[in-house]
């Protein structure tokens, strides 16, 4: 069945030939033909060829749906009174992730999928229509490879995140646990995942360890991610471009050499302002990247302790006003952005080929996702050419 989506006031189609020749591609008055689960045709409403089916967008905005290529989904237990001091001002003596850890473990795997599942009808409701998600949160080889089995049966962007940190009861022999998450461990995950992840960080894994990781996942098929320079500067920024990473997250403390790594290589820089506003950390330098030529994805980076959001309009919205992007940057690398993270170029743009994957917006305009923060703006999703929201 072909269905047309008409009378669209802006259509986003991150292809600068199909519309003003702007990143976005921005068509007005447009219409979008979807043929099955993929996008047949965009362009001016006038123009829009018969279908089976007619959809009246009435003068709204239609984008492709979010790309969420940052989140720790697979976790139980809640870190509320961990937040609560932190934004008081208080001290809180609590495990942090091993606080998470603990849950998780006595978790059973019905009640980690209930609590994956809905995040992503949460997500879903806000226009995300494909995400990325972790491991992380067990850090034995058992609860890792349930966690990835729990992730695969929800989507093809399953991370093996074993090098979290190192397992508590490894705390006083971290070679040993690197050697756990090189060999047995990753045996067992392997097959669940396609991606491999390490925290590169003081007080986490240093760069030697990172590197022995990260090729070790690479030797098993795993194309490998990292969690960079978030808390300090350190080398996970070079590290990821040395080893060809698709993303390495996070990129607030950078030098002028690991901006120019990033500018020169294929790895995405993907920013996760969520992290910054709900820890007062500082933020990342968005402009700084963007006028580098930095291909520069934005994410939600959802987990219990952290940045426990996972709207992507509302990060959106953060970068604009703290991270110095243009409502059009934003926008773009929360689509075409979280797929290049991905290394995906079936998602993240609406081009004839491309999955069909919109969200449409109450809003005569994408720049609202910024300009009307907070608000609940998603009007409705389809995803794989159905419409779900």
Not at 82 to 105: D, K, L, P, W
Not at 217 to 239: D, F, W, Y
Not at 254 to 271: K, P, W
Not at 297 to 314: E, H, I, K, Q, R
Request: glycine share 8%; net charge negative.
């Amino acid at each position: 069945m072909s269905t047309v989506i008409t009378n669209i006031a802006t259509l986003v189609t991150n292809d600068p030939s199909l519309g003003d020749n702007s990143p976005l591609g921005l068509v007005r008055d447009a219409a979008v033909v979807i043929d099955g689960d993929r996008i047949a045709w965009t362009g001016e409403s006038s123009k829009a060829p018969a279908t089976d089916n007619r959809v009246d967008a009435g003068g709204r905005t239609v984008l492709p749906g979010f790309v969420d290529s940052h989140s720790h989904l697979v976790f139980a237990g809640d870190r509320t009174e961990e937040f609560n001091a932190r934004m008081s001002g208080r001290r809180y003596s609590a495990g942090g992730i091993r606080t998470t850890v603990a849950a998780t473990r006595a978790a059973t795997d019905g009640q980690l999928e209930a609590n994956l599942t809905r995040f992503l009808a949460e997500a879903l409701r806000q226009g995300t229509t494909t995400f990325e998600t972790k491991s992380g949160y067990g850090l034995t080889v058992e609860d890792e490879a349930r966690a990835l089995r729990v992730a695969a049966a929800h989507t093809e962007e399953v991370t093996y995140l074993g090098a979290h940190i190192v397992a508590p009861e490894y705390a006083e022999d971290p070679a040993a646990y690197v050697e756990l998450v090189t060999g047995e461990m990753l045996d067992a995950c392997a097959p669940h995942a396609r991606w491999i992840d390490v925290f590169c960080e003081k007080g986490a894994f240093d760069g030697d360890q990172a590197r022995a990781i990260l090729t070790a996942g690479k030797a098993r098929g795993l194309h490998p991610r990292i969690h960079a320079n978030q808390l300090s500067h350190g080398p996970g920024v070079q590290l990821a471009v040395e080893l060809d990473a698709a993303s390495a997250d996070h990129c607030t403390h950078l030098t002028n050499a690991d901006v120019d790594a990033l500018a020169n290589g294929s790895t995405v820089a993907t920013l996760l302002p969520g992290a910054e506003f709900s820890t007062r950390a500082e933020w990342p330098d968005a402009r700084r990247l963007l006028d580098a030529g930095v291909t520069v994805a934005l994410s939600t980076d959802c987990n219990p302790g952290s940045s426990f959001t996972s709207s992507v309009p509302f990060c959106v919205a953060l970068a604009v006003r703290d991270m110095g992007m243009t409502p059009d940057e934003a926008v773009w690398s929360a689509t075409a952005g979280g797929a290049a993270a991905l290394r995906r170029t079936d998602i993240g743009r609406l081009t004839p080929g491309a999955r069909a994957d919109l969200t449409l917006l109450d809003a005569p305009s994408h720049v609202h996702l910024a300009y009307r923060p907070g608000v609940p703006l998603v009007a409705g999703v389809w995803r794989n050419g159905t419409r779900v929201v």
